[in-house]
């Protein structure tokens, strides 16, 4: 079945610091990639979406200079968390859509970030 | 607005059992797709099954099973001969295509545990 590979699995940084976070679609061709934020015992808030070779389109309310999504090849998004905070610890999980109109969602093992 | 609702936060089940598990959405579209996904403990989601709105026949994948209401726009999980490995939360899902653009609307997820 469909492979997405998310790297790092964990990571801890300290404030004010930097994290890419990687999503690479390993057997298949993802047209458009998902970035999700999950909370603790919540559902899956989508961040943004990603299409290659253009620019992510963001969901209200997520900062987009502060949640940087390059989407360079047809395998591989990257989400760079900027100017790391406290508040931005989370689960973030991505995810990979292949061709086809109603496919399903291949998602990433997820990051869990931890800003100190 | 296309939205999908899960009433019930959590439930239980005895080992071998079965439980139905609801969803409701809303939308205005006559065609699109609905999944269920799974995220145990380890937190990777998991693709339970797959409906597409267009076929009558409700799907189903060896112990799971939907119920497929179109009209009253309700897509149940029912999972049968219940397994200690089927303790997770567990997430209905509608896709929405909008001119070659999609977005996979979450609801807020049921946890489920099986009891021994």
């Known amino acids: 079945g469909a492979v997405v590979s998310q790297h790092p699995s964990w990571v801890i940084c300290k404030s004010g610091t930097s994290v890419k976070i990687e999503c690479r679609s390993l057997d298949f061709q993802a047209t458009t990639m998902f970035w999700y934020r999950q909370f603790p015992k919540q559902s899956l808030m989508l961040m943004a979406t990603s299409n290659e070779g253009s620019k992510a389109t963001y969901e209200q309310g997520v900062e987009k200079d502060k949640f940087l999504i390059n989407h360079a090849s047809l395998t591989l998004s990257t989400l760079t968390v900027t100017s790391a905070h406290p508040e931005d610890s989370s689960f973030y999980i991505c995810?990979?859509?292949?061709?086809?109109?109603?496919?399903?969602?291949?998602f990433g093992n997820g990051t869990r970030l931890t800003v100190t | 607005a296309q939205t999908v609702t899960q009433s019930q936060p959590e439930m239980s089940v005895q080992e071998a059992e079965t439980v139905t598990l609801s969803c409701t959405y809303d939308t205005s579209e006559s065609n699109y797709y609905l999944f269920w996904y799974k995220q145990p403990p380890s937190r990777q989601m998991i693709l339970v099954i797959r409906q597409e709105a267009y076929k009558q026949q409700n799907a189903t994948e060896n112990r799971f099973s939907v119920n497929f209401q179109k009209a009253a726009k309700s897509f149940s999980l029912k999972i049968s001969d219940s397994q200690l490995g089927d303790t997770a939360m567990y997430f209905c899902a509608y896709l929405l295509t909008t001119s070659g653009t999609y977005k996979y609307i979450f609801g807020t997820g049921t946890r489920l545990k099986v009891l021994a």
């Open positions: 995810s990979a859509k292949d061709r086809g109109g109603g496919s399903p969602l291949h």
